[in-house]
C-alpha cells in the first residue's frame, strides 16, 4: 500500500503550540468506525459516549527529562543528546546533534561532569548513536535535575507548565514523548467515569520517537518500527480477560495502549503479567484483538499512527474524518483535539 494514501493538507495554524486551558476542553469528533457517521463534542462529554462495564485502558507511562544539553569534553562545543532507550548495562540509543562532530570515544559532559556519556557506536536510526553514560548516584535523578523535558519538533511555542506534556497518571518513568490521547484526562473526569460503572486499568508501553519518525519507504508493508517497552499486570490482564468474556467493550486510550494490547494478545500465552519489547506496526488489513473503541488525537500526515487509526476504521472514514476536522478548524498533533472511534 502507497504511503501518500494517508497524506493530507494541513494548514499550519492547525498545528496547536499550547494546551487548552482545561485539559477537557478540547473538541472530541466521535467516528463511527463502521458506520462513518460523524459527531461533534467536546471531551467533557465523554462520559455521554461510555456505558457501565466498558473497560478504559490507559498508558501510565511518564516522560522523562530525556534531553539533555552538554559540552564536548575535548572541544567544549556544543552537543544536543535524546535519549530513546535504555540498552542495558548504562547504554542507550540516543540522537545526537550534530550527530557529525561524533566519533567513537568522544566524550559529552552534562552539568559539571557529574554525568558523561562516551560514544561507542552508531545505530540503526539516522543521528543515532548508542552511548555508555558514567555517573555517581542515581541516573533518573540526574536526568530530572540536568535534562529538559523533550517536546515534538512542531511545537514552538515554550510550555509554561511541565505537566501539561504528563498525563494525570502518569507514573512510570520511561517515554521520549507523552501517550497525548491521555492528556485530555483529569482526575475529576475518571472519577466520574468510574461512578457510572466504567472499569479503569494502566498499562505501561514508554514511548520512543520511532512511533513518530516518518515513513521513509514508498510502501508501507516495507517499514519497520523502532522498538518500545512495555509490561503488563496481572490485575489489568485479569480485567481484559473477563471483560471479553463478558462481551464488554475494552477502550483503548491512545495507539500505543492499542498497540500494547494487540502485541500481547498475538502472543501465544494469551492475556497474562508479562513485559517486553514490541515493534508491531498496525495498519490498514490487520485483524483486531482486543480493542473495541479507540481515543487518539489527530496525528500526522504519511504517520504510522494515521496507519493504525485507519486500520481501526477505515482508510475513507478517517480521511473524510480528517477534512472535517481541517474544515471546522479542530487543533492537531500532541497539544490538539481528540477523537472517539467507536
Known sequence: MDVSFFDYDLPNELIAQTPTTDRTSSKLMVVGKRTGTLEHATFADLPSYLQSGDLLILNNSRVRHARLLGVKEETGARMELLLLKPLGEDRW???VKPAKRIKQGVVIQFGNGELKAIAETPSDIAGGWIFRLIYDGDVETLFQNLGEMPLPPYIRE????EERYQTVYSKEIGSAAAPTAGLHFTEELLSKLQKQGVEVGYVTLHVGLGTFRPVA?????????HSEYYELSDAVATQIKCAKADGRRIIAVGTTT????ETIANQSEGFRETSGWTDIFIYPSYTFKIVDALITNFHLPKS???MLVSAFSSRNTIMKAYKEAVDKEYRF???GDAMLIE
Not at 519507504?217 to 518500527?225: A, C, G, K, L, R
Open 93 to 95: 540509543e540516543s540522537l
Open 158 to 161: 515554550r510550555l509554561e507548565d
Open 217 to 225: 519507504v514508498d510502501q508501507i508493508e516495507n517499514h519497520t518500527m
Open 258 to 261: 492499542v498497540r500494547t494490547l
Open 304 to 306: 504510522t499512527l494515521l
Open 333 to 335: 498533533f500532541s497539544f
